[in-house]
């Protein structure tokens, strides 16, 4: 197979070179714009997580900052669901935390387990530094969830937690010091009220919220539901302690906002500091004020851990695609990043024989300045989804892409840096002292490491019913090892793996009707399998971000190979293929198994139909 990367004649960005170079970044958005021809360039170091590299005639290379892809179990972990037991047992009588946050508080020394002298002592602090400190370190934490809130914000769910993975013990122990001052003797720690929220709340409705909250008796919900979410925020009594006042008041005002916009986003829950003002009259005695706005900044402190709580327990699970592309919302729904390309693909979907495949599309919408395709959310309603991402198709590239990379070769660290990861041989000497690799070079390797070039399809990622998400199939390239996965995702159930036939069956009836397809090239196209604990199953058609029409004069068939110029896409082979597999697991499941335990799978690729003969592999070097 020849590398696109060789034929690109690379002529500059030597490893020489490379030391000598003017480092440029640009964010994700500017890339957009450098396809589209723009060329707004920011000077900055290079220290992007992950980049693209331009080399250019003067020895210069521009890098771009892009935005990740989803790639660890741990990120997805933040965003995903946790076994039911983490929601309803005591965490901190546990001795093994879950989340780094609980890692964090169930730590030897954490502060759950130390009184506040205890805590001043991990932190070498006297009574009198503690006393001029205080400030000062409030200020810091709360700095520090502010940016963990802007970092929530961009990542919904991941960035908090990682900023918490990422405290040394000293900041732990700083954090500990101040929950325990501003928590105050004999009340009840914000850890504890955010388990509270959590056993009360875990859904992302913010009617089950409420609801749920007036059978759980907590001092400060019962207290909220007594005082504010009954009789609105604002109708506190004179005679109200300080203490209901303030909690309530902020309580019962997410509570109802939560009821109000059922929304599981960081935004439904951020409280800023101007806000939190609102609850003091304007002639309090400066002490008064001063002590009333420390409670505020705990309630803050609980407010941000219970956009975490809630983030965490919410359904939603993004198991493959980009970090950021997605949104949570309302109304059994979710929002994507909006792509033109996508949105006019759903459009037409929504007319055609392939409706019952395609996830609804509901229009757009914006959140700030970012618009968003309104997607029905497949996960909904389900109650523990488990579900598995195939990328569809015998490359996940398109031609475009490699005329613009012969035009415009631009390195790659990030993904020089993950092939490496993978298989530190697999790039070239020149690759190697590059340190980088062209987006079509890295493309075309994952698809022949994986089993995209052989069996037209890969699995992207698996969700599994306990909340882990297992995304290591980068080398998953035989049959039998898809058989394999496909047992595992599925538990050997026969009546899931049937579903799933059947459904793929009728996806290729649909398919054959389907105007769409007859005049679209399908690339980067996933099917995502979804089943629950009530067995509720479903194949969806997902992802049309790379999917083009084609000019009239193309007919693709979608079962031939792809020769450069001939569009094909290969999504039948895929399908046959998967299907075929499902197949051979429904048959394993149900205690036939194969005696070599290899798939002998035949897929006749002109005709597209498929048949069972001596075992083979299937082979299409396509690149
Ligand atoms: N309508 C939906 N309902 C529920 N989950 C969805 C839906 N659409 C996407 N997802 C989840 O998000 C993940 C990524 O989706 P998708 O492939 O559309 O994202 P992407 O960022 O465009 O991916 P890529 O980077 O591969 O192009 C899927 O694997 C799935 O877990
Ligand atoms: O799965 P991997 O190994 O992480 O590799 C990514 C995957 O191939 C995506 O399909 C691709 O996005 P597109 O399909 O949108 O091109 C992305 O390119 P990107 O980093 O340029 O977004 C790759 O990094």
Redesign the pocket.
């Known amino acids: 197979m020849e590398h696109v990367a060789s034929r690109l004649s690379l002529k500059e960005g030597t490893g020489e070179g490379m030391r000598k170079i003017q480092i440029k970044e640009r964010n994700a958005e500017d890339i957009g714009e450098e396809k589209k021809g723009g060329d707004d360039t920011v000077f900055t170091s290079e220290n992007c997580r992950s980049n693209w590299r331009f080399p250019a005639s003067d020895g210069t290379v521009t890098v771009h900052k ?1 935005k990740p ?1 989803l ?1 660890s179990a741990k990120a997805m972990c933040f965003s995903s669901q946790e076994p039911a037991h983490s929601l309803t047992e005591p965490e901190e009588t546990k001795n093994t935390p879950t989340t780094p946050w609980q890692a964090a508080e169930s730590e030897p020394g954490s502060c759950e387990h130390l009184d506040q002298n205890q805590a001043a002592h991990v932190t070498g602090e006297t009574a009198e530094d503690e006393k001029t400190n205080r400030k000062g370190e409030e200020d810091r934490v709360e700095e520090r969830l502010e940016v963990d809130d802007k970092l929530g914000e961009d990542n919904w769910g991941g960035g908090p937690r990682r900023k918490i993975l990422n405290m040394n013990d000293k900041a732990k122990a700083e954090l500990k010091v101040r929950r325990a001052r501003l928590g105050g003797e004999g009340e009840v720690t914000d850890w504890e009220r955010r388990k509270r929220w959590a056993r009360t709340g875990r859904g992302r409705d913010g009617a089950e919220l409420k609801e749920e909250s007036e059978t759980e008796i907590d001092p400060g919900l019962d207290g909220a539901r007594a005082s504010g979410v009954e009789r609105g925020p604002e109708c506190f009594s004179e005679g109200e302690t300080e203490k209901s006042s303030i909690s309530h008041t902020l309580l019962s005002r997410m509570l109802l906002h939560s009821s109000a916009s059922s929304s599981s986003s960081s935004s439904s829950f951020t409280y800023s500091s101007p806000e939190s003002d609102e609850v003091f009259s304007e002639n309090e005695a400066t002490t008064t004020r001063r002590q009333r706005m420390r409670k505020c900044r705990s309630w803050k402190t609980f407010t941000t851990m219970m956009q975490w709580s809630v983030r965490r327990h919410s359904s939603w699970v993004q198991l493959a695609g ?1 970090q950021g592309n997605f949104q949570p919302s309302e109304g059994g729904e979710v929002l994507k990043r909006y792509n033109a390309v996508e949105s006019s693909c759903l459009q037409a979907l929504m007319n055609d024989s392939l409706r019952q495949f395609v996830p609804c599309y509901r229009g757009l919408t914006t959140r700030g300045s970012e618009s968003y395709i309104r997607l029905e959310d497949l996960l909904s309603g389900l109650s523990c989804p488990v579900i598995m991402d195939c990328k569809m198709g015998v490359r ?2 398109l031609e475009e892409e490699l005329v613009r990379a012969r035009s415009n070769p631009c390195l790659r660290t ?2 020089y840096q ?1 092939m490496v990861k993978i298989d530190p041989a697999a790039p070239s000497a020149e690759e190697h002292a590059q340190g980088g690799v062209t ?1 079509p070079r890295y ?1 075309q390797w ?1 698809d022949s490491v994986s089993s995209t070039s052989t069996l037209g399809f890969r699995i992207e990622g698996i969700t599994a019913e306990d909340g882990r998400v297992l995304r290591d199939f ?1 080398k998953t390239r035989t049959s039998a090892q898809v058989t394999n996965a496909l047992l595992s995702f599925t538990k050997r159930q026969s009546h899931i793996l049937e579903a799933y036939l059947s459904r793929l069956q009728a996806l290729s009836g649909a398919l054959k009707e389907s105007e769409f397809f007859k005049t679209h090239e399908v690339i ?1 196209s996933s099917l995502l399998f979804v089943h629950d604990r009530t067995n509720k199953a479903n194949v969806w058609m997902i992802d049309f ?2 999917t083009t029409p084609t000019p009239s004069s193309v007919h693709l068939k979608h079962n031939i190979p792809w020769v450069e110029g001939n569009r094909e896409d290969g999504y039948i082979i895929g399908l046959s293929t998967l299907t075929l597999l499902v197949k051979e697991a429904l048959r394993q499941a149900v205690g036939q198994h194969h005696d070599e335990g290899n798939i002998p799978v035949h897929v006749d690729h002109q005709t597209g139909t498929q048949h069972r003969s001596q075992p083979c592999e299937i082979t299409h070097n396509h690149i």
Do not use: S
């Open positions: 892009v892809k790639c980009h996940t590239y990030d993904m993950k987006k493309m994952r980068k980067g971000g790379k």
